[in-house]
């Protein structure tokens, strides 16, 4: 299915998800960089269920759903909640209240209905911000008053991927970011003043590449790891260069090699190596089969 059915920003939310569900391990210098926590590698983590009734909300409405991005449970203890968004809305943060709400409700709740106090834990949010805006805030930030007048300040931490450089990027090993990378180039591309020169996307594409070389070789990514990347980005490349084709075939041009990595070749030369091995044996055993045959007849019509 070509991304151009995935209509609006709806690409990039995908391509979060994509990421997660695929290589969840990832997310881990995500984790360092906003909360500081790291996890070692094989930490376990469980992608939990991004649809929540809204029920509780008014009961006397027809029943709903709210639908987050991501959420998981990490080495069985840490609630996540993240959320990728590409305009500076200004409501968005009541709505991450309402999601993390609901998120605490289904996963987070202690003590039960005969205790005189339940503890509502809200999971550990972030907001990423893919595309670049001068507008996008530091973080999102929202007063609660309760009625007893006491005063709480929801906030949420924000993630802005194009205000991280390449060099940023490769040193914290936020390789998630890289199919968004594309997105800094895209104001340059209708630009009649700084228009995108062939050359200037060819040196940034080498630099990218590079990065998932060097992130292959030291062992932060598997070939497959490194082989979805590339995937992802020449997806996104597909539809940040939709109306410019020129853009787009330069990424495949400078992609393709790394599509094809050693291992896919190897098992590729196997494939087609069992195929005309099988070939070989069918056609050798139906050639055994004639010469049976003919040694039959050749039987029947000798005397005895």
């Not at 787009?248 to 069992?274: D, G, N």
């Amino acid at each position: 299915m070509s991304d151009q059915t995935i209509t609006g920003d709806r690409l990039w939310n995908e391509i979060l998800k994509a990421i997660v569900y695929t290589m969840p391990g990832q997310l881990f210098p995500l984790i360092k960089e906003v909360y500081g926590k790291e996890y070692p590698p094989d930490t376990s983590i469980r992608l939990l269920n991004t649809e929540h009734s809204t029920c509780l909300d008014d009961p006397k409405n027809s029943p709903s759903s709210k639908l987050m991005d991501i959420s998981l449970l990490v080495a069985g203890t840490d609630y996540y909640h993240i959320e990728c968004q590409m305009d500076n809305d200004r409501l968005m943060v009541v709505r991450m209240i309402s999601y993390d709400l609901h998120y605490a409700i289904e996963h987070c709740i202690s003590g039960n209905c005969t205790d005189d106090e339940s503890t509502l834990r809200f999971p550990h949010s972030v907001v990423l911000y893919p595309d670049q805006n001068r507008n996008l805030p530091d973080s999102l930030k929202c007063r609660v008053i309760f009625q007893d007048n006491s005063e709480h300040l929801y906030r949420i931490p924000t993630v802005k991927i194009q205000s991280y450089s390449l060099r940023e990027i490769h040193r914290k090993h936020l390789t998630l970011f890289i199919p968004y990378l594309l997105l800094r180039l895209k104001p340059r591309i209708t630009s009649k003043r700084h228009r995108l020169p062939k050359k200037e996307l060819t040196e940034f594409m080498d630099d990218i590449i590079v990065i998932l070389q060097q992130d292959l070789t030291n062992g932060y990514l598997t070939k497959q790891e490194c082989s979805d990347y590339i995937n992802l980005l020449t997806r996104a490349s597909e539809h940040i260069f939709y109306h410019h084709p020129t853009y787009h075939k330069e990424v495949q041009r400078m992609t393709k090699p790394l599509i094809i990595l050693p291992s896919m070749e190897i098992a590729q030369l196997k494939a087609s190596l069992a195929e005309k091995d099988s070939q070989y044996k069918t056609a050798l055993a139906e050639k055994d089969s004639e010469i049976a045959e003919l040694r039959a007849r050749l039987a029947e019509l000798t005397p005895s």
